[in-house]
């Protein structure tokens, strides 16, 4: 380290809605994921759940329907979101909490400014529980933790908490390494907690840059706690001067699904080191 400097930002956002209508009486008329997602949580009503998904004492709707988690985390609040039937009466408040200890690494002629450990952090207030958040105040608590071991290494975690009964429990930690200029490694392991729901996964996906234009990238994953194998992926990416195009194909055995992926990635702006392997071998952070 060379000097520490600690840079915190506070925010706040209060948000109120009003519906005339109930969310339950409004038709999803947009999926909020793909098929092969929707019809694997269908199954947890026959193999978890015992045929209809539960519900708290006191409250008519579950904490388990996808809907009522979306509307909480604020997923139809933006314009541009793709869920327009996503809203109903609310009232809440998001804080936010954003930490970075800096330090500067280089020659001493041409040191730089960089991020040694950076924290986020959100949590909500529900002014009014009993309605939006099953009797409980505070909810949505997420964390994201980022270590700039060294210069070529990334300690990364995540979490996502709720406080009611049968809430959602979920955390992540991984590490996630660079040894060369041709190619990157990361190896994590999650867990979930959901009332009946429980994962135990083991994560390992590697990138290796085959040329200039060319990356491969590889990922599977292994429910350490059921003994079961949860799929792999294989992406090949062209990096261009202003986009990146992917093509891949991925298998998950346990929902019995196979699929192609095509997607175009515009190439500026800072790429999260927490869900991508492409920032360290295009040399951005």
């Known amino acids: 380290l060379n000097g520490l400097a600690h840079k915190h930002d506070l925010g706040a956002e209060y948000y109120y809605a009003d519906s005339s209508r109930g969310l339950s009486e409004v038709p999803q008329y947009n999926e909020l994921d793909d098929n092969s997602q929707e019809r694997f949580r269908e199954r947890l009503l026959v193999n978890s759940f015992g045929g209809a998904l539960p519900l708290i004492p006191g409250y008519a709707t579950s904490p388990f329907d996808p809907r009522y988690f979306a509307v909480r985390n604020g997923a139809g609040r933006s314009v541009t979101a793709p869920y327009s039937e996503l809203v109903d009466s609310q009232h809440v408040l998001r804080t936010t909490s954003r930490h970075r200890l800096q330090t500067k690494v280089g020659p001493p ?74 190619g990157s490694v990361y190896l994590g392991y999650r867990q979930i907690d959901a009332g ?75 790429f999260n080191s927490t869900n991508t392997q492409l920032s360290s071998l295009l040399g951005i952070r």
């Open 109 to 182: 002629e041409d040191l730089r400014i960089i991020d040694w450990m950076t924290l986020d952090l959100g949590l909500s207030y529900f002014l009014n529980s009993d309605r939006d958040n099953f009797g409980e105040d505070l909810g949505v608590l997420d964390a994201h933790y980022v270590w700039d071991v060294g210069s070529r290494t990334k300690l990364v975690s995540n979490a996502y908490l709720d406080f009611f009964e049968m809430a959602p429990q979920l955390w992540d930690v991984g590490l996630l390494s660079q040894r060369s200029t041709r």
């Open 196 to 270: 009946p729901v429980e994962s135990r996964l083991v994560n390992f996906s590697t990138s290796y840059a085959m040329s200039q234009k060319w990356i491969a990238t590889f990922g599977t994953s292994y429910d350490v706690g059921e003994m079961q194998d949860r799929g792999q992926s294989l992406t090949i990416s062209r990096l261009g001067q202003d986009f990146i195009f992917h093509l891949g194909a991925n298998v998950d055995v346990s929902k019995e699904n196979v699929g192609v992926i095509f997607s175009i990635e515009p190439r500026f702006g800072s």
